[in-house]
């Protein structure tokens, strides 16, 4: 396993740690939804780089989704203290 895998492997572990046991089995069924509605903010459990996201055109598979709506307001604002700090974007 390369380096970088492992360390997104870990901090994907991380997130799903500070889930509750009801907002384990609320995300297992969110899990099954077709889709998020638009405007729902995620994160892509693979990609936590990306921060949170909003649905709108084509996402990824649910299954590695964690939609907001799925925990409550406090697990949320853990989740996005664990999160890597975005990428500086550069000025124009």
């Known amino acids: 396993m390369k380096a970088d895998n492992r360390t997104t492997y870990v901090t994907r572990e991380t997130i799903l740690q500070l889930l509750s046991d ?3 089995a609320t995300v297992s069924t969110a899990e099954t939804a077709p889709r998020l509605s638009a405007g729902d903010e995620y994160v892509d459990l693979e990609h936590l780089d ?3 996201r909003r649905a709108g055109g084509a996402i990824a598979p649910m299954g590695r989704l964690l939609p907001r709506k799925a925990v409550h307001d406090r697990t949320w604002a ?6 890597p700090a975005p990428p500086a974007r550069a000025r124009v």
Do not use: A, P, S, Y
Request: proline fraction near 0%; charged fraction near 35%; hydrophobic fraction near 40%.
């Open 50 to 52: 990306d921060g949170v």
């Open 22 to 24: 009801d907002e384990v």
């Open 78 to 83: 853990k989740i996005l203290t664990n999160l």
